[in-house]
């Protein structure tokens, strides 16, 4: 595609449903990232693929985020047993390779009430 | 505490006027970049400077990278009310994790 997408664009869930958040990066790029994005506030880096490895997870903020890629293409981020403070946009973003410019999708925004 | 850091955190000016907003950083860095997000949209990458370059233009827009004082500056000249928007440094380490700032909101007034 043109572009990185992401979908939903928005997504409501209750306190304590499980969501899935999908991230479709630019045709080739192998670095693949998650960030999220609170209210007036900066991004916070959450994850980053290399191909389908994910060499660095330091940013998930606590077990009950994970996330996966496959076919060097397609991530997915899975958060459980969502809390109210999981409110945010989360933006996925890709690059060629390391040290290249980050490709930004338009964000999901997840609203937990 | 974040890695970078924009001042001032809103700045409001006419359009034609030029807008300069501030980054300063902690630790050693491979590459700066600034971003630009307008509201309710996704990040557009503005530009990237690396650790070796003190200076580079795109358009109007100047950045400026100051490795002893661990600080960056983003110019953009004769603005317009387009480029109303927040405005994020992001500062690369080894790892090639980006860390941003909270971001600048600039209004350009007509």
């Known amino acids: 595609g043109a572009g990185v997408s992401q979908s939903p664009s928005n997504k409501v869930t209750e306190k304590g449903k499980d969501v899935e958040l999908r991230c479709d990066p630019i045709s080739g790029h192998t670095a693949l990232y998650w960030y999220r994005q609170r209210l007036g506030q900066g991004l916070e880096f959450l994850i980053y693929f290399q191909g389908n490895s994910a060499p660095d997870k330091s940013g998930l903020p606590s077990d009950r985020f994970s996330a996966e890629r496959t076919g060097e293409s397609v991530s997915t981020l899975t958060i459980q047993r969502t809390q109210q403070e999981d409110s945010a946009v989360y933006l996925c973003?890709?690059?060629?390779?390391?040290?290249?410019?980050?490709?930004f999708g338009p964000g999901t925004r997840l609203t937990v009430l | 505490s974040q890695q970078g850091e924009e001042d001032p955190q809103a700045l409001s000016i006419q359009e034609g006027e030029n807008a300069t907003m501030n980054c300063s950083y902690k630790?050693?860095?491979?590459?700066l970049q600034w971003y630009r997000q307008n509201s309710g949209r996704g990040l557009v990458h503005l530009i990237l400077i690396r650790s070796n370059e003190r200076e580079k233009h795109s358009g109007r827009l100047r950045v400026t990278l100051d490795t002893s004082k661990k600080s960056s500056s983003l110019l953009i000249t004769a603005s317009r009310a387009a480029d109303t928007a927040s405005y994020f440094c992001?500062?690369?380490?080894?790892?090639?994790?980006?860390?941003f700032g909270k971001g600048i909101t600039l209004s350009v007034r007509p």
């Open positions: 992001a500062t690369e380490k080894a790892n090639s994790k980006l860390t």
């Open positions: 973003a890709s690059s060629l390779g390391q040290r290249n410019e980050q490709f």
């Open positions: 630790t050693s860095i491979n590459n």
